[in-house]
């Protein structure tokens, strides 16, 4: 079940919005806490019918016309393993985005951002004691919060064709001090018709 509001605002003649959200999940979950019993903290062994919660929020403010920050927060209680997308119990993010006018590019929009993300910590124990997670665990932890900075050049090729280009630095990947840093390039294409 999941519960998202919305309230948009504006500061002067800069519109922002704020996104509240909520969800709990019931499944056939794995508990961290349990696996810490099992041989190689396997917790496919724990699997039984549980229920996670969390919360998430995300903020949106221009600043001028060609200049707007944005934010975003995020927990959840980190007991269960995930059964979805990434491994982390908490997040927040910071970042700006500036379009490009002032290049005579209007359509082009150039950001940066900053993440830092962690892990509960009894899931800090499972992944210490050798468990996995969706895309974390190795046999071993040193743990420490994930940091990310990312930055993003978006453009558009024609009417119908945009591309990206991003890099990202990622410290201590998957909250291990032991590992990284890492680099990440990547691009991105959006065709519409």
Known sequence: MVAEGERRYSIGAHPGVVRPLTFVNQGEFGSYKAALSVPGADISQTHANRHTFGF?????QEITKNVGVFSRAGWN???NEAWMFTDINHSGSLGISVKGEAWRRPDDTVGIAGVISGISK??????????????????????????VLEAYYDFQISKHIRAALDYQF????????ARGPVSVLGTRMHWDF
């Not at 998430?56 to 949106?60: I, K, P, R, S, V």
């Open 122 to 147: 009894v899931n800090q124990d499972f992944l210490a004691a050798g468990g996995a997670g969706i895309l974390d665990g190795d046999g071993s932890l040193n743990y420490a919060a994930e940091g």
């Open 77 to 79: 209680d980190g007991h």
């Open 56 to 60: 998430g929020l995300n903020a949106e």
């Open 170 to 177: 990622v410290a201590n990947p998957a909250f291990n001090s």
